[in-house]
């Protein structure tokens, strides 16, 4: 089906920002919106987004060039959607962040990426050493955070409303972490603007969820077909996709509600059953799929082996959700992994390994470590820790030249070094790293099911990891 543009995108107000317009939030948040246009009977009533990327890449003028619209193919085995899609108004780089006129916006997102909070992985505090430039020259920030607040400063200064940030990025507690590590930010350069900040913006949380690759060579080729031209802000993506937010607006919202998007009171099942199950099958097959020489999601998830294991690991991480209301956890693990095997989305390992010192505490430290309070074993999470220890930081790129990209990568591989001669050290080097909740440092049985499955997998030809992994 093609869905071409069918609004006037002149009567679209720029009432929404978004910061970070990558992949995902054009194949995500972007239908949204682009759903709200379609199904208005007022397009003027309508909210338009205004982007805003502060790191690569720049792609204000490709926005520019294709009249502000780009497409987005959704297929799996059965069907296939090519949309138009026209509610992203313009893009600013680094360099014109600070001129986007915020006056009349009253919703931001934000998908920067797990690093882009600039906190301690695994925790909620602010890393004083990435925004040190930004608190040196405040006026003149280059991350994120540091971004939020000069804008927020300004809007106080010119006696602006209230307004909502949304955090979309797959970090736990999204909403929380944004709202802490801002106040921390902004109580050491605009101090004025804390209780200001307190009063007028809010920090849901935000679970969103629908898979979407870097593009490939071979995507946007299916997209040119698909669409039938070239388009270089296009995306691939798989057609689920969900959007559940905290009902906590400071501000004037888009009527979400009505494409779709769940707005709840307590997001914490949500965020947890998408992190425990769909994350944490991607983030296990990342690491045990590499040992069996696999290079996408597609060929891990339909690799019996892995998928028999796949059954075992959901069982284990469902244990330690409550299942939110209207959700089935055996359903969600099992769409989980027919998700990863549609045939349609090639999904790099080597992209999804990427940040795993970020990604891994949530997705599989925190359920080992509920599972280990509560006197049960947690052996499959400690086979993934046991993938991360023996790959983590290794930057070799794939045959499609994907590599993984890691800030502690360097330090897993150093730690790999030293202790090459024993797991049991490896293990304990690892888990003693402070990103991991602090049961799983001090639990000896979890150490050496983790130095059993190091030694277990080290030096091993793929075929013999799978088989190990297939008769757990
Ligand atoms: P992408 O690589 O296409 O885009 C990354 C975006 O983040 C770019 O706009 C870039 O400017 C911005 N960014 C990167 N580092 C930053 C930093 N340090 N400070 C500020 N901005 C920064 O990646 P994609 O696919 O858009 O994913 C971004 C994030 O969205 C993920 O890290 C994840 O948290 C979230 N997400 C992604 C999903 C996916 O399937 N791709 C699904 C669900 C959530
Ligand atoms: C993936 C996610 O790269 C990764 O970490 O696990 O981006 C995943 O595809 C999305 O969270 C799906 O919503």
């Known amino acids: 089906m093609t869905l071409p543009l069918s609004y006037d995108r002149s009567n679209l107000r720029p009432r929404a920002a978004h910061l970070g317009v990558g992949a995902f939030h054009?194949?995500?948040q972007q239908g949204y919106y682009d759903d709200l246009a379609r199904s208005s009977s007022n397009s003027s009533d309508s909210w338009g987004v205004v982007g805003v990327n502060?790191?690569?890449?720049?792609?204000?003028?490709?926005?520019?060039a294709q009249d502000g619209c780009f497409n987005v193919l959704t297929e799996d085995g059965d069907g296939r959607e090519c949309r138009t899609i026209g509610t992203l108004l313009r893009v600013s780089d680094a360099k014109d962040a600070a001129k986007v006129d915020w006056s009349g916006i009253e919703f931001v997102t934000l998908t920067i990426t797990e690093k882009g909070y600039c906190h301690h992985a695994g925790g909620m505090e602010l890393d004083l050493s990435k925004v040190a430039a930004d608190l040196v020259n405040p006026e003149n920030p280059h991350t994120a955070i540091g971004y939020l607040a000069s804008m927020l400063e300004r809007r106080r200064r010119a006696q602006g409303g209230p307004i909502t940030l949304a955090s979309c990025d797959n970090v736990a507690d999204n909403g929380m972490l944004l709202g802490a590590v801002l106040q921390d930010y902004v109580a050491r350069v605009f101090p004025d603007l804390s209780a200001?900040?307190?009063?007028?913006?809010?920090?849901?949380?935000?679970?969103?969820?629908?898979?979407?690759?870097?593009?490939?060579?071979?995507?946007?080729?299916?997209?040119?077909?698909?669409?039938?031209?070239?388009?270089?802000?296009?995306?691939?993506?798989e057609p689920f996709r969900q959007w559940v937010i905290e009902d906590r607006f400071a501000a004037a919202r888009p009527a979400f509600e009505q494409v779709g998007v769940q707005i709840v009171d307590n997001l914490a099942p949500y965020e947890h059953m998408k992190h425990r199950l769909l994350n944490g099958l991607q983030s296990s097959y990342a690491e045990l799929g590499r040992l069996c020489g696999h290079q996408g999601s597609y060929a891990a998830s339909t690799d019996p082996d892995l998928a028999c294991w796949a059954s075992v690991f959901l069982a284990s991480q469902a244990t330690t959700l409550h299942c939110p209301k209207g959700e089935n956890l055996t359903e969600y693990g099992l769409t989980s992994l027919k998700r990863l095997q549609n045939p349609t989305i090639h999904h790099p390992?080597?992209?999804?390994?990427?940040?795993?010192s970020f990604k891994l505490p949530q997705r599989i430290g925190a359920p080992a470590a509920e599972r280990?309070?509560?006197?049960?074993?947690?052996?499959?999470?400690?086979?993934?820790?046991?993938?991360?220890?023996?790959?983590?930081?290794?930057?070799?790129?794939?045959?499609?030249?994907?590599?993984?990209?890691?800030?502690?990568?360097?330090?897993?591989?150093?730690l790999r070094a030293r202790h090459a001669a024993s797991a049991v050290d490896l293990a304990q080097a690892v888990l003693a790293l402070p990103i991991w909740p602090s049961r799983l440092r001090d639990d000896a049985g979890f150490a050496a099911d983790t130095a059993y499955w190091i030694q277990t997998f080290a030096g091993q030809p793929a075929e013999a990891s799978r088989a190990k992994i297939g008769a757990f």
């Open 372 to 414: 280990l309070e509560r006197g049960l074993a947690a052996t499959p999470q400690a086979m993934v820790i046991a993938g991360w220890a023996l790959q983590g930081g290794d930057t070799r790129p794939d045959a499609d030249g994907v590599v993984t990209a890691d800030p502690m990568g360097p330090e897993i591989a150093n």
């Open 196 to 237: 200001w900040l307190n009063a007028n913006v809010t920090f849901p949380t935000s679970m969103v969820d629908r898979i979407v690759p870097a593009m490939s060579t071979a995507s946007r080729d299916r997209l040119q077909t698909a669409c039938g031209h070239e388009d270089a802000l296009g995306v691939v993506a």
């Open 54 to 64: 502060l790191t690569p890449p720049d792609i204000s003028d490709v926005h520019s």
């Open 26 to 28: 054009r194949a995500h």
């Open 349 to 356: 390992l080597n992209q999804i390994a990427s940040d795993a």
